[in-house]
T-cell receptor
Framework: QQQVKQSPQSLIVQKGGISIINCAYENTAFDYFPWYQQFPGKGPALLIAIRPDVSEKKEGRFTISFNKSAKQFSLHIMDSQPGDSATYFCAALTGGGNKLTFGTGTQLKVEL | KAGVTQTPRYLIKTRGQQVTLSCSPISGHRSVSWYQQTPGQGLQFLFEYFSETQRNKGNFPGRFSGRQFSNSRSEMNVSTLELGDSALYLC???????????????FGPGTRLLVL
């Protein structure tokens, strides 16, 4: 049972454009929503995270938008750069443990 | 500070064999989690250890097991390997409970296991 659905599977954006990746969850017990970035040959690295008591969190060019009633959250990458080309995973967690439930991943390519 | 270290980085085994993977967490981190990454199933949680005790467990068969040592280093073992066990096995470490609402997990580079 897939508890976190992620779309799109792949995304091509022009340099300077906005990349948007969407996720939806089913389990209302989730209370922490991180995004991870993974480059080939590397493990995932935490990019940004949000708790459901806020609707938006911004860190540099990366913004998470969160809609608790719709059980959806998204990652926006502003001014996308070729160095942002990677696979992005959304995830969800319930407090009190480290059992991350991941989305299926989005392969982002930023073209010059 | 050194990151999470996983050994070996690559491994080839045949069906029916068993394998042991090792993970050394970031210094001072006491919690270690293991994940399996495959193209078909994505990233799936295997189990988590803290203070040598399993704290959480995913939905994997009993062939997958783990343990943690007093220095927080962890090993995972897969017995009676199947072709479908071919995957990237990732280890993540965190400080442990009581360090805040959420324990940020730092991932290692993974061990790529190929079962022939």
């Amino acid at each position: 049972q897939q508890q976190v659905k992620q779309s799109p599977q792949s995304l091509i954006v022009q340099k300077g454009g906005i990349s948007i990746i969407n996720c939806a969850y089913e389990n209302t017990a989730f209370d922490y929503f991180p995004w991870y970035q993974q480059f080939p040959g590397k493990g995932p690295a935490l990019l940004i995270a949000i708790r459901p008591d806020v609707s938006e969190k911004k860190e540099g060019r990366f913004t998470i938008s969160f809609n608790k009633s719709a059980k959806q959250f998204s990652l926006h990458i502003m001014d996308s750069q070729p160095g942002d080309s990677a696979t992005y995973f959304c995830a969800a967690l319930t407090g009190g443990g480290n059992k991350l439930t991941f989305g299926t991943g989005t392969q982002l390519k930023v073209e010059l | 500070k050194a990151g999470v270290t996983q050994t070996p980085r690559y491994l080839i085994k045949t069906r029916g064999q068993q394998v042991t993977l090792s993970c050394s967490p970031i210094s001072g981190h006491r919690s270690v989690s293991w994940y399996q990454q495959t193209p078909g199933q994505g990233l799936q949680f295997l189990f988590e250890y803290f203070s040598e005790t399993q704290r959480n467990k995913g939905n994997f068969p009993g062939r997958f097991s783990g343990r943690q040592f007093s220095n927080s280093r962890s090993e995972m073992n897969v017995s009676t390997l199947e072709l479908g066990d071919s995957a990237l096995y990732l280890c993540a470490s965190s400080l442990g409970p009581g360090q805040g609402f959420v324990e940020t997990q730092y991932f290692g580079p993974g061990t790529r296991l190929l079962v022939l």
